[in-house]
């Protein structure tokens, strides 16, 4: 089975450029998560979708980021303009569902860094 | 929210050790996860653990719900174990990270 697929695996752009990330989950996955996670810290939730629907967006900086699941597949996560404080891991998650008791797998991450 | 505190922060161990790390959370919780992060950023799922205890192969969880706290135990360590060592809690809806516990095996 596959895992969840993002890309790229690295990006390094100036401040005030903006920049995108791709993420595929497992395939039937309903539920999909964006993590922003600073070094030295655990993983901060930035959005959760089930299918096309956004479930919470309460930590997403909406002034900079958006994100998109439209078909309730794959998504996208942007930056614009891009800030020295967003240089950090963007992690891809999902799940089955969103109940109590689901896993999550997650991504190998997309590693930014704003010079 | 829901507040979780790992501890220890650090870990040294010489490969063949056997170590304890905790995970303590603020309030009930729905969901329990633990996961490792290896040196090139992959997350993996070791654990989905509510209550109760759970083993596989030299790792095994207990959490205790009613007393808010979880234990991670690694037996025979061996240096593939290094990593960050991450708690995650669900409390309303979402899963909140502990900081994790910085795991360092040496042969």
């Known amino acids: 089975e596959a895992g969840v697929a993002q890309s790229p695996r690295y990006k390094i752009i100036e401040k005030r450029q903006s920049v995108a990330f791709w993420c595929n989950p497992i395939?039937?996955?309903?539920?999909l998560y964006w993590y922003q996670q600073i070094l030295g810290q655990g993983p901060k939730l930035l959005i959760q979708?089930?299918?096309?629907?956004?479930?919470?967006d309460s930590q997403l900086p909406k002034d900079r980021f958006s994100a998109e699941r439209l078909k309730g597949v794959d998504s996208t996560l942007k930056i614009q303009p891009a800030k020295l404080e967003d240089s950090a891991v963007y992690l891809c998650?999902?799940?089955?569902?969103?109940?109590?008791?689901?896993?999550?797998?997650f991504g190998s991450g997309t590693q930014l860094s704003v010079l | 929210g829901i507040q979780v505190e790992q501890s220890p922060p650090d870990l040294i161990l010489q490969e063949g050790a056997n170590s304890t790390l905790r995970c303590n959370f603020s309030d009930s919780v729905n969901n329990l996860q633990w996961f490792h992060q290896n040196p090139w950023g992959q997350l993996i799922n070791l654990f989905y653990i509510p209550s109760g205890t759970k083993q596989n192969g030299r790792l095994s969880a207990t959490t205790v719900a009613t007393e808010r706290y979880s234990l991670l135990y690694i037996s025979s360590s061996q240096t593939t174990d290094s990593g960050v060592y991450f708690c995650a809690v669900l409390g309303y809806s979402t899963l909140t990270f502990g900081k994790g516990t910085m795991l360092l095996v040496s042969p």
């Open positions: 998650a999902s799940s089955l569902s969103t109940g109590a008791n689901e896993k999550l797998f």
């Open positions: 395939s039937g996955h309903a539920t």
């Open positions: 979708f089930q299918n096309n629907g956004v479930v919470d």
